[in-house]
């Protein structure tokens, strides 16, 4: 496995899950669910996402992959990030500014998961990316920092957290499918991963 993975299994518990879904419930009625599209052919993505904090991760056709500080249909500013979850980051990130974006990427059907990628649209490409999964199982592939190497499989059940740090912070990684079925916390099933990143550099202090 690539350095700087770190997989912390079942990191929170069902009580834990359940009160930070419904907190993600009520969020969700103001920061609605889009529908990303693909750069260029405009062709939707399969899962539907939102965001919270100061800057959210969006794509469409015209302009394609960003970080922008409002929601694209409501054109409100994303609501901020639960608190549960700065506390999670400041837990386990060991990186000393907060997070500035949580991408919420909801996996709701049989066709949704995530092509292998790189998270590379941040400037700041020293903090470690956060992922807390929720939910469904998903096969989540990572692999190294070239798309064609080996690549490892690892079941992401709900409640398990991963961070990529160091090297592994620039690895391919996607999720091939969802086990669906796997997890009753998800009134309809499927599965809810939620991304915190730090997008901008950390300020520097100079006297
Ligand atoms: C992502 O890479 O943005 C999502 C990964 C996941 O759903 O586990
Ligand atoms: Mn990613």
Redesign the pocket.
Known sequence: MIPGFKYFPEYLNKDEQKSLLEKLRNKIQQNPLFEPQMPSTGKPFS?KMTNFGSLGWVSDKNQGYRYQATHPSTKSPWLPIPDILLKLWNDLADYPEEPECC?L?Y?HNEKSK?GL?R?EDEEDQIAP?F?L?LGDT?M?KIGGLTRKGPSNFIK?ASGDV?ILGGKARKAY???DRILHGSSQLLKHGG?I?L?MRRVTPPKIHTL
Do not use: E, K
């Open positions: 899962v991408l990427n996996y995530m990628h998270d990316v992922s999964s998903a989540f992401l991963v990684h996607g999720v599965r991963n991304t």
